[in-house]
Structures are given as C-alpha cells and as structure tokens.
C-alpha cells in the first residue's frame, strides 16, 4: 500500500517523503516534479500561471492517476491538490493518507506567498483547505512541537510503514 501525504505548503510533505523513501527503499513519487518534469515548465508556479487553476488540477489529477500505479510509493502531493473531488477520490484509492498538521503560525514564518497566489490571502486559503485535509486524512500528525524531520519520520516508521520495511531493517 502507497503512503500519500497531505498539507498545506511547506508543511514538509516532500522533504519527509524523500526521507522516508530513503530509509525504507520505496519509490518517492512528488506530484509537483511529475507536473514540472512532464510538461514545458520549469517550475510548478510557471504551471499553475500558465495553465490556469482548472488545468493544473487536471494536470494533477494525471500525476495522480501515475502515482496510482506504484503500490508500495510514498506520495507527496501538492497543497491543493486535494481541493477537487476527483483528486480527492483519487488519493484515497492510492493508499494510507497522512496529513501533516502545522498551525498556521508556524507555517507562515517558513512561507513566502507565490506571487500566483493572488487571492484569497494565504490564511484564507490555509483555513479554506484544513477541513479538506482533515475529512481526507487517515492519520494526522500534529507538527508544530517536533523539531526535526527525524523525530517525525521515527513517528511514522514505529507507527505507520511497518509493511513496507524490509525485514532487514
């Protein structure tokens, strides 16, 4: 079974999720690489600009649906990706779904507004999006007390991954 996580961003979902990918050997699949690296952009804010909100989810959903594929991955999606119901539907087919919980205190000092986030106003939009991660997560990790990505990774691979580590380790 894939792990999927989700969050806002800079919640940590892609620098956890190579990490954890690391440790046990899996496949890391980040849906926003998949988006840059199967398309003529070279950045997921030169995507979402060019293609507009309602193509770059669909151009997500595809990621997605190629994510779908890989049945022991770890999966980083995007922050909004979990704002259409395809993809919502999607990502709970995929695997065991992990949100990874931050205060929107914590967040904001780690996050630079991209400049194609124009409205509504980051807050507005984290608030928007947490009871969408909430309604979609299996497990939640509440994450403004852990203090390196480590103690977090330990957390899931005691709790979490015990399937897919290889019995050597």
């Not at 199967?38 to 293609?51: D, F, G, N, T, V």
């Not at 193509?55 to 997500?60: A, I, L, N």
């Not at 890989?70 to 992990?98: C, P, R, Y």
């Not at 939009?125 to 969408?132: D, G, K, M, S, W």
Request: with cysteine.
């Amino acid at each position: 079974m894939a792990i999927v996580f989700i969050g806002f961003q800079q919640s940590g979902k892609t620098t956890l999720g190579r990490y954890l990918a690391n440790k046990t050997q899996q496949s890391f699949i980040d849906l926003d690489e998949h988006i840059v690296n199967h398309s003529p952009y070279h950045s997921i804010q030169e995507a979402y600009l060019k293609l507009g909100e309602e193509q770059f989810r669909e151009h997500e959903h595809q990621s997605l649906r190629y994510a779908q594929q890989h049945d022991l991955a770890i999966i980083a999606t995007g922050g909004g990706s979990i704002t259409t119901h395809k993809n919502q539907k999607l990502i709970k087919e995929i695997g065991g779904v992990i949100y990874l919980k931050w205060s929107f205190d914590q967040l904001q000092n780690k996050i630079v507004k991209p400049a194609y986030l124009k409205t509504p106003s980051l807050e507005t939009c984290f608030n928007e999006r947490v009871p969408l991660y909430e309604d979609l997560a299996e497990t939640t990790l509440h994450l403004d007390n852990h203090s390196s990505i480590v103690s977090v990774a330990s957390l899931i691979l005691n709790h979490h991954l015990q399937h897919i580590i290889s019995p050597n380790d």
